[in-house]
Each structure stands twice: as structure tokens, then as C-alpha cells.
């Protein structure tokens, strides 16, 4: 392939860029001799990465691997793909932190779940590696074996939930052989109810999985019984999951910011409307994720409008520091008309490098970028890809996704809304949902052309997936075509105002009790109800706790709000109390109560002195009380005590 060492330098403006025709075989000494110096070391070669690695041994400063050759020298115009690879080799250098570990174990206890022989057979087979245990559904006739290797049941699975080592099953139908079955197997009399624990769940009954997004749940595998090959397929994987295996922690969740629920009200809902596996749960005031089921979508992340939830693999802000070393290397080096194509390694990487062996290979202007998930991709890495660069975002999909893309889909509408709402015109961002390389190809040079910003912002944040927002969409409305100050936006959006109908309002400030973040604000000095547009997060607390019903969510973004101070929603005069002239309340409010209970409420008759006692603040009134002697229970008779437990015994046996 050819290498265009001029573009690459200039993108790559503070790195050595040394160049080779057989680093692996001829030239191996000059990566030795690299290996030994101190500092970051990247390789343009993942063919012949674990070579490289065991010849570099325990470097201290590690070695950065990334893939110039299927993604950009291998493509029809790969002489002109010096600005890509200067691109793909300053985001590689770009390090992300280490995540933590979840441990699984297993003991090997298997469960195979099935209707007839095949489920039978698939036992013989993993007899010897696990602790297998048959269970079939509404079984025909099935010869007894001659010496029993594994107990054979039978049972209809009513429901399931647990994880990779820890599964529960409820079952119904349960029954166990008859030892003295002689032709076919005869069960005792069935029972529901039954439970059963296992490590591992083994499903050919063919009928719908046990979980959702099954394919995502950790030690449920699942084959169709009529597919000999996936019924193997799916027995070798089993034989095999025995011991302990770590997976990442995929999401770091901090409770007290979530803002699920105030005084068992809900507010925020997002990630539990999301998760494609059930593992995110209310818990009280907020939600819980249980990380042995998490399978790292991250859509509660990328979703989550307070960071509560905040993604791992890598973290928001490695991420955009990412699509930052990538897109402003590639303008540097003099590319132009940037498309920034995200997918994950699973499928995206296999469709790449068909394409380039097989077909033309990736556009130029296609900058290929793998992440773990697609669905982790928040609104504020799509803001910040245009504003240092790109002309478009594509996301390449599998024809069929493993899992629910909702999430991915509502950012990409919030997306849409901002990007024409400055003045980009076009299909700015889109997915591509395909296993085929050629129609991978097909969508790709089918993208227009569509003008980047001029000049692409250089700005580097770190922090919560909300400041990064906040910061990348403040430099797209300065970089903008046609800036305008306020664009609504879809609802569900992260950021927005409220809505209030200030005629119904009684400033009983419920709202701002409840605010998580602060938007909704009181003054201790009087009766106000203020807002700050900045810290709303579109909870949905506020409208759920008014008594009033006259609060609304108004999603949108105001490029103003940032700077903008507190707002002042609605405000009214205090009331006064009439003996020390203390503020206390509303005096509207005051007023209203004292005109429905004067003449109308045995305590308050009309004209009576008493009346005064709700124009006062607490400590006058109880004065007045204390003065006046007020029995608040004239002429009630005077309960009996309570009786004891013993006496209650005694009446009872005196009954009878």
C-alpha cells in the first residue's frame, strides 16, 4: 500500500514517524531497538501484533497497535489515504483508564432444557466435562438408559432470572422417572412450583428464550434442536465454562445522583426503559443495576441525564478526546468532508476488512472508529464530532441488532434537531444497518458531500457526559452556519426548561423540595419559585410532585443558559404576621384558606377572634392558643383507654 509520509507528519505535528517494508521480517531489529527506548510507541500493524508484543516483552511504557492497512491503504483510493492514516494513528495513541472487574464462577452445573433425544444426546456429550442434569417438556415416549449418567426430568420452565453461575428457574409440570420404567419413562405425579439453581442453562426446546436480549445474558445458550451444528456449536461453548472469568464493570453507578424517585414518586425512568436485560431495577429513590447481568450496552449512560450512570469502556471524556485526536489529525494532514463511521469489533471490523480484501475498500474521507457498544455513544460525542470537524456520522449496525437500539436512535434525533436547528443541512447523521460488505459499500459512497465547520474547535474537556455536553454544543452554536438561541428538541432530552401555569401555582414550593439538581429554586427571605435552565434534567420529579398538576417539561437547548442566572418563575407578596409582622407565607394563600374556613368550620365562626390565629406565624399562634386557653375539642367525650392484651384475652375466653 502506499504510504503518504508528508500527510502523516502533518497530522501526527509532534510524534517521529519512521517507515518500514518488512518490520515483522527483515527490519525486526529497528523495532527492537524502538522497543528499548523510553516513551508511547504505536505500530501500524495488528497482523503481526503478537509478535511485536512478545518480542517488545514487559515494556513499561506498553505499545499501541492500530490497523492503517484494511481501514485506509487497502481501498481504491488508498494513494490518497495519507490524512486518514495520520487520523487512525493519533487516535490510537490516545490511552484509556483501566476498568474494574466483575468475577463470575461456575461449577459446571448444567441444566439442559428440551422436548426429546436431542436434548438427551447434548447430556451424553457433556456428561464427562459437567454436572448435567436433563429436564424436558411434555416428553414423548423415551427409552430408559441401562444405567443411569445423569438424571433425566421432566418439567415446563414458568419463569427464570439469575446470571452466569447463579441461575433460578421456577418449574412447573415437575417430575422425576420412575426407576423401574422399562420400555419408555414413566414420571410420578407432577407438581408446580418447583425450583431449581444452576450455573448454566443449556435451552433446545425451541420455543421463545427465557431471557431477554438472550444472547446478551451470560451462561444462557440457546440452539435451535432441528440445527445439529448450532446444537454442537452451542455444547462445545457450555463444556468450557467451568471456573472463574472476570467481564468489565461496565457501568459505574453513583445512587445519590440518580433521580428515579422522590417520595415514592417517579421521576426519571430512561435506563429502565432502556435496558435490554432487565438488569436496572427501581430501588427507592433510585435505580439498581445489577452488574452480573449487565451485558454493557450503555444506554442507561448515554441516556442518563444526571451521570448517575456513567459508561466505563472507555469513559465519555476518553471518548471525545478520542474523536478530537482523530478528526483533528485528519484536518491537519488536509483531509476534507470527514465521515466519522462508529462500529463495534464483533461485527463492524469483519465487514471493514471484507470490504477491503474482497471490494474497493473504505472511502477516504471514511474514518472507521471501533467502540465497545454503539448504543454507548451519547448525544455529547455526536455534538462534539461536528464541531471539530466532521461533515457526517454513520453507525454501522447488524441487520438484526442483539439487542434493542432505542436508545441509540432517540440520541440520534436529539442529534438531527440540533444539527438542522444551526443550519446543517442534509443527512448529517444516520445508521447503517447491514451484515453485507458490497452494501456497506454502496452506503458509504452514496453520502453527500456536506460542508464541515470552517475552522474545527480544539477545545479538551474531562469530566461527567453533561459538561462535555454542555461545552461541545456551546462550540457548535459558535462554529454554526445559521446559530439560533433556542432549539426544542424531542422529548426525552437530557436538557430543557419547565412549563408553569402560574395562575394555578400556590408557590407551596413542593417542586423545589424535590428538584435534584437545583433547577427549581425558593428565596428564604420570600414567596418566589425561580429557575435555572443549566441544571434541569428533564427528571420529571417537579410535574410529578406538584398537587396543582400545573407544571410541564419543555425539552430544548438554550445555547444561552449556561450563562444565563436564575429566572424568576413566579413571585408574590409574603404574609405578614399580623401581631409580630413575621413573613411566613404566601399571603394569597392565607387569605384564600381564611375565607373558606371563616363561618364554614366549627373551629373558625364567623366574626370570631380565633380567626386572626391563621394571619400569624407559628410561634404567635401557639401564644394565642396559650392565652385564650382554645380547646380545640369542645364537648368530646373522652375515649377509653386502651385495653391491654390480657384484658382482650380475658373478654375473649369469658365469650366463650
Same mark, same amino acid.
Given at each position: 500500500?502506499?504510504?503518504?509520509?508528508a500527510?502523516?507528519?502533518?497530522?501526527?505535528r509532534?510524534?517521529e514517524?519512521?517507515?518500514?517494508?518488512h518490520?515483522c521480517?527483515?527490519?525486526l531489529?529497528h523495532?527492537?531497538?524502538?522497543?528499548?527506548?523510553?516513551?508511547?510507541?504505536?505500530?501500524?500493524c495488528?497482523?503481526?501484533?503478537?509478535?511485536?508484543?512478545d518480542?517488545a516483552g514487559?515494556?513499561p511504557? $506498553?505499545?499501541?497497535?492500530?490497523?492503517i492497512?484494511?481501514?485506509a491503504?487497502?481501498?481504491?483510493?488508498?494513494?490518497?489515504?495519507?490524512?486518514?492514516?495520520?487520523?487512525?494513528?493519533?487516535?490510537?495513541?490516545?490511552s484509556?483508564?483501566?476498568?474494574?472487574l466483575?468475577?463470575l464462577?461456575?461449577?459446571?452445573?448444567?441444566?439442559?432444557?428440551?422436548?426429546?433425544?436431542a436434548?438427551?444426546?447434548?447430556?451424553?456429550?457433556?456428561?464427562?466435562h459437567?454436572?448435567?442434569?436433563?429436564m424436558?417438556?411434555?416428553?414423548?415416549?423415551?427409552?430408559p438408559a441401562?444405567?443411569?449418567?445423569?438424571?433425566?426430568v421432566?418439567g415446563?420452565?414458568?419463569?427464570a432470572?439469575g446470571?452466569?453461575?447463579?441461575?433460578?428457574?421456577?418449574i412447573?409440570?415437575?417430575?422425576?422417572?420412575?426407576?423401574?420404567?422399562?420400555d419408555?419413562?414413566v414420571?410420578?405425579?407432577p407438581?408446580d412450583?418447583?425450583?431449581?439453581?444452576?450455573n448454566?442453562?443449556? !435451552?433446545?426446546?425451541?420455543e421463545?428464550?427465557l431471557?431477554?436480549?438472550?444472547d446478551?445474558?451470560? $451462561?444462557?445458550?440457546?440452539?435451535?434442536?432441528?440445527?445439529?451444528?448450532a446444537?454442537?456449536?452451542?455444547?462445545l461453548?457450555?463444556?468450557?465454562?467451568?471456573?472463574?472469568? !472476570?467481564?468489565?464493570?461496565?457501568?459505574?453507578f453513583t445512587?445519590?445522583l440518580?433521580?428515579?424517585?422522590?417520595?415514592?414518586?417517579?421521576?426519571?425512568?430512561?435506563?429502565?426503559?432502556?435496558?435490554?436485560?432487565?438488569?436496572i431495577?427501581?430501588d427507592g429513590?433510585?435505580?439498581?443495576?445489577?452488574?452480573?447481568?449487565?451485558?454493557?450496552?450503555?444506554?442507561?449512560?448515554?441516556?442518563?441525564p444526571?451521570?448517575?450512570?456513567s459508561?466505563?469502556?472507555?469513559p465519555?471524556?476518553?471518548?471525545?478526546?478520542?474523536?478530537?485526536?482523530?478528526?483533528?489529525?485528519?484536518h491537519?494532514?488536509?483531509?476534507t468532508?470527514?465521515?466519522?463511521?462508529?462500529h463495534d469489533?464483533?461485527?463492524?471490523?469483519p465487514l471493514?476488512?471484507?470490504?477491503?480484501?474482497?471490494?474497493?475498500?473504505?472511502?477516504?474521507?471514511?474514518?472507521?472508529?471501533a467502540v465497545?457498544?454503539?448504543?454507548?455513544?451519547?448525544?455529547?460525542a455526536?455534538?462534539?464530532?461536528?464541531?471539530?470537524g466532521?461533515?457526517a456520522?454513520r453507525?454501522?449496525?447488524?441487520?438484526?441488532?442483539?439487542h434493542?437500539?432505542t436508545?441509540?436512535?432517540?440520541?440520534i434525533?436529539?442529534?438531527?434537531?440540533i444539527?438542522?436547528?444551526? $443550519?446543517?443541512?442534509?443527512?448529517?447523521?444516520?445508521?447503517?444497518e447491514?451484515?453485507d460488505?458490497e452494501?456497506l459499500d454502496a452506503?458509504?459512497?452514496?453520502?453527500?458531500?456536506?460542508?464541515?465547520?470552517?475552522?474545527p474547535?480544539?477545545?479538551?474537556t474531562?469530566?461527567?457526559?453533561r !459538561?462535555?455536553?454542555?461545552f461541545a454544543?456551546?462550540?457548535?452554536?459558535?462554529?454554526?452556519p445559521?446559530?439560533?438561541d433556542?432549539?426544542?428538541?424531542?422529548?426525552g432530552a437530557?436538557?430543557?426548561?419547565?412549563s408553569?401555569?402560574?395562575?394555578?401555582?400556590?408557590?407551596?414550593?413542593?417542586?423545589?423540595?424535590?428538584?435534584?439538581?437545583?433547577a427549581?429554586?425558593? !428565596?428564604?427571605?420570600?414567596?418566589?419559585?425561580?429557575?435555572?435552565?443549566?441544571?434541569?434534567?428533564?427528571?420529571g420529579?417537579?410535574?410529578?410532585t406538584?398537587?396543582?398538576?400545573?407544571?410541564?417539561?419543555?425539552?430544548?437547548?438554550?445555547?444561552?443558559a449556561?450563562?444565563?442566572?436564575?429566572?424568576?418563575?413566579?413571585?408574590?407578596?409574603?404574609?405578614?404576621?399580623?401581631?409580630?409582622?413575621?413573613?411566613? $407565607?404566601?399571603?394569597?394563600?392565607i387569605?384564600?384558606?381564611?375565607?373558606?374556613?371563616?363561618?364554614?368550620h366549627?373551629?373558625?365562626?364567623?366574626?370570631?377572634?380565633?380567626?386572626?390565629?391563621?394571619?400569624m406565624c407559628a410561634?404567635?399562634?401557639?401564644?394565642?392558643?396559650?392565652?385564650?386557653?382554645?380547646?380545640?375539642?369542645?364537648?368530646?367525650?373522652?375515649?377509653a383507654?386502651?385495653?391491654?392484651t390480657?384484658?382482650?384475652?380475658?373478654?375473649?375466653?369469658?365469650?366463650?
Open positions: 500500500m502506499h504510504l503518504d509520509v500527510a502523516i507528519r502533518r497530522g501526527c509532534n510524534c514517524i519512521k517507515t518500514f517494508r518490520l521480517g527483515a527490519e531489529d523495532f527492537r531497538n524502538a522497543a528499548k527506548a523510553d516513551g508511547a510507541l504505536t505500530v501500524a495488528t497482523q503481526q501484533a503478537a509478535q511485536f508484543a518480542e514487559e515494556r511504557d $506498553g505499545i499501541n497497535f492500530v490497523n492497512r484494511e481501514t491503504g487497502w481501498s481504491r483510493d488508498g494513494a490518497n489515504a495519507g490524512a486518514k492514516m495520520a487520523a487512525l494513528l493519533a487516535a490510537a495513541a490516545i484509556a483508564p483501566d476498568y474494574p466483575v468475577t464462577s461456575s461449577d459446571g452445573i448444567v441444566l439442559i432444557y428440551g422436548r426429546d433425544e436434548a438427551i444426546e447434548a447430556g451424553r456429550l457433556l456428561a464427562d459437567l454436572d448435567v442434569t436433563v424436558l417438556k411434555q416428553p414423548g415416549d423415551i427409552v441401562a444405567a443411569t449418567v445423569f438424571p433425566i421432566k415446563t420452565i414458568r419463569s432470572r446470571h452466569f453461575g447463579a441461575f433460578e428457574l421456577t412447573d409440570d415437575y417430575a422425576r422417572p420412575r426407576p423401574s420404567s422399562r419408555r419413562l414420571f410420578d405425579i407438581r412450583g418447583a425450583t431449581s439453581h444452576c448454566l442453562v443449556l !435451552d433446545l426446546s425451541g421463545m428464550p431471557f431477554p436480549a438472550h446478551l445474558r451470560d $451462561g444462557y445458550l440457546r440452539a435451535d434442536p432441528r440445527d445439529p451444528a446444537v454442537l456449536r452451542a455444547v461453548a457450555a463444556r468450557d465454562l467451568v471456573g472463574s472469568f !472476570d467481564k468489565p464493570k461496565y457501568v459505574d445512587p445519590g440518580c433521580a428515579h424517585s422522590r417520595s415514592k414518586l417517579t421521576g426519571c425512568h430512561r435506563c429502565l426503559d432502556l435496558c435490554p436485560t432487565g438488569a431495577t427501581p429513590d433510585h435505580v439498581a443495576i445489577d452488574v452480573n447481568v449487565c451485558a454493557g450496552c450503555g444506554q442507561c449512560a448515554a441516556a442518563c444526571t451521570g448517575a450512570a459508561y466505563a469502556l472507555p465519555a471524556d476518553t471518548q471525545l478526546q478520542t474523536l478530537r485526536a482523530m478528526l483533528l489529525a485528519y491537519e494532514a488536509g483531509g468532508h470527514s465521515v466519522l463511521l462508529l469489533s464483533p461485527h463492524g471490523t471493514i476488512e471484507a470490504l477491503a480484501r474482497f471490494g474497493d475498500g473504505l472511502p477516504t474521507n471514511v474514518l472507521p472508529l465497545n457498544e454503539l448504543t454507548q455513544v451519547g448525544l455529547e455526536i455534538i462534539g464530532a461536528f464541531a471539530y466532521a461533515s456520522v453507525f454501522l449496525l447488524r441487520a438484526k441488532p442483539r434493542e437500539v436508545g441509540l436512535s432517540q440520541t434525533a436529539m442529534a438531527d434537531a444539527l438542522a436547528g444551526l $443550519g446543517f443541512d442534509g443527512r448529517r447523521v444516520a445508521t447503517i447491514t451484515d460488505p452494501a452506503q458509504l459512497s452514496g453520502i453527500e458531500m456536506l460542508a464541515a465547520v470552517e475552522r474547535a480544539t477545545f479538551k474531562v469530566g461527567k457526559r !459538561d462535555l455536553l454542555r454544543s456551546s462550540e457548535l452554536h459558535r462554529l454554526a445559521t446559530p439560533v433556542v432549539i426544542a428538541l424531542p422529548q437530557p436538557v430543557g426548561a419547565v408553569v401555569n402560574t395562575d394555578g401555582c400556590t408557590l407551596c414550593l413542593s417542586c423545589v423540595s424535590v428538584c435534584p439538581t437545583g427549581l429554586r425558593d !428565596d428564604p427571605e420570600r414567596p418566589v419559585l425561580k429557575f435555572v435552565e443549566d441544571a434541569c434534567v428533564q427528571c420529579l417537579c410535574q410529578s406538584c398537587p396543582e398538576k400545573v407544571i410541564t417539561l419543555k425539552p430544548q437547548i438554550d445555547f444561552r449556561a450563562r444565563a442566572s436564575a429566572v424568576v418563575i413566579k413571585e408574590e407578596e409574603p404574609a405578614l404576621c399580623i401581631r409580630c409582622g413575621t413573613p411566613f $407565607g404566601v399571603k394569597s394563600t387569605n384564600r384558606v381564611a375565607a373558606v374556613l371563616e363561618g364554614r366549627w373551629m373558625y365562626p364567623a366574626g370570631d377572634k380565633r380567626l386572626e390565629a391563621l394571619r410561634d404567635c399562634r401557639v401564644s394565642l392558643m396559650s392565652e385564650q386557653q382554645f380547646d380545640p375539642f369542645p364537648g368530646v367525650r373522652e375515649r383507654p386502651p385495653r391491654t390480657d384484658e382482650y384475652l380475658r373478654e375473649r375466653d369469658n365469650k366463650h
